[in-house]
């Protein structure tokens, strides 16, 4: 059985996926299973922005996995407080604290939290289609759906 057999059969079919299967990665190129070579557009959520294993990110992450892979952020460890600090330095001259989290939906909620907290009001304004057609569980997205009163898409 293949892969693709192999992922049909065991996870949850929740979004459609490429039939294609990555096997590696480096600098802007992603490699399938036959070898052949793609340009990378994709930068997975985010995360691969700066290329596959560039040598000075591979450095690092091996330095800080031989010390400690993750920790909750319930905990402080000195990595989470480097990088907040690095992150309000780019951003000054205004004061700011750094969130941390641990999904899109998660940073969603927290800045529809922060905003209304901070701004005393309690509603929002949302553009038809302006979001990403994931779910809609969270308090938060739930909340910007189009109102029924001027259509849904």
């Known amino acids: 059985m293949n892969l693709i ?3 049909q059969q065991s996870l949850v079919q929740t979004y459609k996926r490429v039939p ?3 096997v590696k990665g ?3 190129f992603v490699w399938d299973k036959y070898g052949k070579k793609y340009l990378d557009f994709y930068g997975g959520h985010a995360v691969a922005l700066v290329g596959h294993c560039p040598p000075t990110v591979v450095k690092a992450i091996q330095k800080q996995i031989e010390k400690l892979l993750f920790y909750s952020n319930v905990f402080y460890t000195a990595p989470a407080i480097t990088l907040a600090q690095k ?3 780019t951003l000054s001259p205004e004061k700011y604290k750094v969130y941390f989290t641990n999904s899109g939906s998660e940073a969603n909620e927290t800045a529809i939290k922060m905003a209304r907290k901070y701004t005393q009001k309690k509603h929002l304004i949302s553009f038809k289609n302006s979001r990403q057609k994931v779910n ?3 308090y938060g997205r739930r909340d910007l759906r ?3 009163k001027f ?3």
């Open 146 to 148: 189009a109102h029924p």
């Open 87 to 89: 992150l309000i330095h």
């Open 151 to 153: 259509g849904r898409r």
């Open 5 to 7: 057999s192999s992922a």
């Open 20 to 22: 294609m299967e990555i």
């Open 26 to 28: 480096q600098g802007s």
């Open 136 to 138: 809609h569980r969270q």
